[in-house]
């Protein structure tokens, strides 16, 4: 157990409509990344928060957004769904690192959405 | 981000030591080499990070040649539940001037461990 949870674990919905992922962090962890997997396009990047903040962003389609709310959980926000945003989305946090090393992410066990 | 470049697939027995080898020729001077394992269905698991020569924990070793071209991942003694993708990762954080801190992760190697 990595400490991060993701709520919910399945989410089966048709194209058009809209669903929102939720993910709590690691106690203490400033981070949060959110990843996209599918079987052909491997595990991406789509967005990253600090403390509140958006910091960076990956392979983020335009339908899709988030946040990061006060108490640190974060929301993905996918919107305009449509067959090929199916895929295992997953939650990650970190705290950050005190030197030059890249710090340590802890995956949550996903959401996998399923767009019929 | 670095590029690396990994064996597609790999297969042993319970027992054996296996080696993981990572290619990054185009290795930054800031950037370290970190690898996570991932499990079928799972979130993938941070297993050990290293910027020069020999990196040793309770999981796994992380040996790095002096220069720094590549990486190789050594698991003493598989298990079947050792079974799962590997990835190597190269880059640096955010914090230090370096890009974003999303992971770039490809394809990264699938161990299959047999009884």
């Known amino acids: 157990d990595s400490g991060v949870t993701q709520t919910p674990k399945h989410l089966i919905t048709a194209t058009g409509q809209r669903v929102t992922l939720r993910c709590s962090p690691r106690?203490?962890?400033?981070?949060v990344y959110w990843y996209q997997q599918s079987l052909d396009q491997g595990l991406q990047f789509l967005i990253q928060?600090?403390?509140?903040?958006?910091?960076a962003k990956g392979n983020i389609l335009e339908r899709f957004s988030a946040q990061q709310f006060p108490d640190l959980h974060s929301e993905l926000n996918l919107s305009s769904l449509e067959l090929g945003d199916s895929a295992l989305y997953f939650c990650a946090s970190s705290v950050p690192p005190s030197g030059a090393a890249p710090d340590t992410q802890y995956f949550g066990p996903g959401t996998r959405l399923t767009v019929l | 981000l670095a590029k690396t470049t990994q064996p597609i697939s790999m297969d042993s027995y319970e027992g054996q030591e296996v080696n993981i080898t990572c290619s990054h020729n185009?290795?930054?001077?800031?950037?370290?080499i970190t690898w996570y394992q991932q499990f079928p269905s799972q979130g993938p698991r941070f297993i050990i990070q290293g910027y020069k020569t020999k990196v040793t924990n309770e999981v796994a070793s992380l040996f790095i040649p002096a220069d720094r071209k590549s990486s190789t991942l050594s698991l003493p003694r598989v298990s079947l539940s050792d079974t799962a993708v590997y990835y190597c990762?190269?880059?640096?954080?955010?914090?230090?001037?370096?890009?974003?801190?999303?992971?770039?992760f490809g394809k990264g190697t699938h161990l299959i461990i047999q009884p």
């Open positions: 106690s203490g962890d400033l981070s």
């Open positions: 990762l190269v880059g640096v954080t955010i914090y230090s001037g370096g890009g974003a801190d999303g992971l770039t």
């Open positions: 928060y600090y403390n509140g903040e958006e910091r």
């Open positions: 185009n290795i930054a001077t800031n950037d370290y």
